[in-house]
């Protein structure tokens, strides 16, 4: 009996140790925006190919799954009723430098002429210019005219 005990207890201690060094080694997952395959990659929302690089948009949802739109806009309504949308990280291409930025800090212009899907919203990095509003504000004029698609910042 103290012979199957002391084998059992060298099994065990060999199993724990496996276990713990297969454990501690897993690596941590990309979180960073993925390349988009301009003219093949659709918009999630409108179905149109995401093809001016300049107004593009991904979100990172749950589980690190990745979704693209063509124009902020169209990701805003995507994203609006989700439960993750906190948790979920939203990426825009810089439409001056064309890197891609985080949409949540970005300073946004509005009233930009020919956005693909006519929302009128360029983010950028920085800016000079005094003409630019938040992305809480891009998000409640988006929900306000998503069906006309006018959107105007009153002065």
Known sequence: MKKYCKWSFIYCSIFIILFFQITSCTKSEDQSPRDITWDRDTCVRCKMAVSDGRFAVQIRGPKGKYYFFDDIGCAINFIKNKSWKPQAKIWVMDYQSENWIDARTAIWHFNIPNTPMGYGFGATASSNENDFINFK?????????????????KP
């Open 137 to 153: 504000e891009v998000e409640n004029q988006v929900y306000t005219n998503s069906n006309t698609r006018q959107i105007r910042i």
